[in-house]
């Protein structure tokens, strides 16, 4: 099924988070001059898990999960919310947003590696030669910043991060053949927030700090590219589409995210980092064609 024959529902759905995540990478590189990255995320995530509460009690028709799919929602919050969240934080005190977003358009690479280790699926020879232009465009992102160490731990936050965000895609999909989307973006923010308690007393110590811009920007983070960015991306998971094909739409990603950069931080990547986001994206498109 090509991405031409999506339903208006999921096309509305895809938008919408697309356009809230994209601003996510700005803003959190806002925040992060005056919250640390553990307590951002938690004050982040706690507003998304009560934004989610109201949302699921809204919902007529829940289903209780069984021991083994409480499991599965719980790994699925572990790993792409609560360690994605913390490692994007981090990644970001050194990597700008807009190459924060070229390396997070290599989901659907990932996301078609998770899907060939969860279901099976084959990789022809044009996946892997996707795969390994990715790498290449990654190389030439690390070689335009070779002498900032700080960049470079950075930048393996982001790559954890998306190896996080790829799990995320593919391992909900069975659950939404049983569960509302609603029901699986909610479980899977609360799971994910547990792993965030940890940082409870640098948030606390955070917020009397914080101005109100800051803390009205975690607000927006937790409402908006959390809760609505999150629940509008398992719509569109729950879709017609297979989930690689709806990480496509992911590419994107890069061009919103540096046009918001540019406008609301002056932020403008060097043309040799914006080619190694061009090759690692044009890789990833290349890979998903397979």
């Not at 540019?262 to 397979?290: D, H, K, N, S």
Request: charged share 10%.
């Amino acid at each position: 099924m090509s991405l031409k024959s999506i339903s208006l529902k999921t096309a509305l759905m895809i938008t919408v988070a697309i356009l809230s995540w994209s601003s996510s990478f700005v803003f959190i590189r806002v925040v992060l001059q005056q919250y640390s990255p553990g307590s951002l995320a938690l004050f982040r995530y706690l507003i998304v898990s009560a934004t989610m509460l109201i949302f699921y009690l809204r919902l007529k028709n829940r289903h209780k999960p069984t021991l083994k799919e409480m499991m599965q929602l719980f790994f699925i919050g572990f790993f792409g919310i609560g360690l994605y969240m913390i490692a994007i934080n981090y990644g970001e005190l050194t990597v700008s947003a807009s190459i924060t977003s070229f390396i997070i358009g290599m989901n659907p690479i990932v996301s078609m590696l998770w899907a060939m280790c969860f279901f099976g699926e084959k990789i022809g020879k044009k996946g892997w030669i996707g795969v390994a232009v990715s790498v290449a465009g990654l190389m030439i992102i690390a070689g335009a910043k070779l002498y900032d160490a700080t960049f470079g731990i950075g930048m393996a936050y982001i790559i954890f991060a998306v190896v996080c965000a790829g799990m995320y895609n593919v391992a909900q999909k069975t659950l939404l053949t049983k569960f509302h989307p609603i029901e699986v973006a909610a479980i899977t923010a609360w799971c994910g927030t547990l792993v965030m308690l940890i940082f409870i007393h640098p948030m606390l110590h955070d917020i009397p700090l914080a101005s109100w811009d800051a803390t009205a920007s975690i607000i927006y983070l937790g409402v908006v590219p959390g809760a609505i960015g999150y629940l509008a991306w398992s719509y569109a998971l729950s879709g017609e589409l297979p989930p690689t094909k709806v990480a496509l739409t992911l590419y994107t990603l890069p061009l919103f995210c540096t046009f918001m950069g540019w406008l609301f931080l002056g932020e403008l990547p060097t043309m040799l980092a914006i080619l190694g986001g061009c090759v690692a994206v044009v890789g990833a498109l290349i890979a998903t064609q397979y």
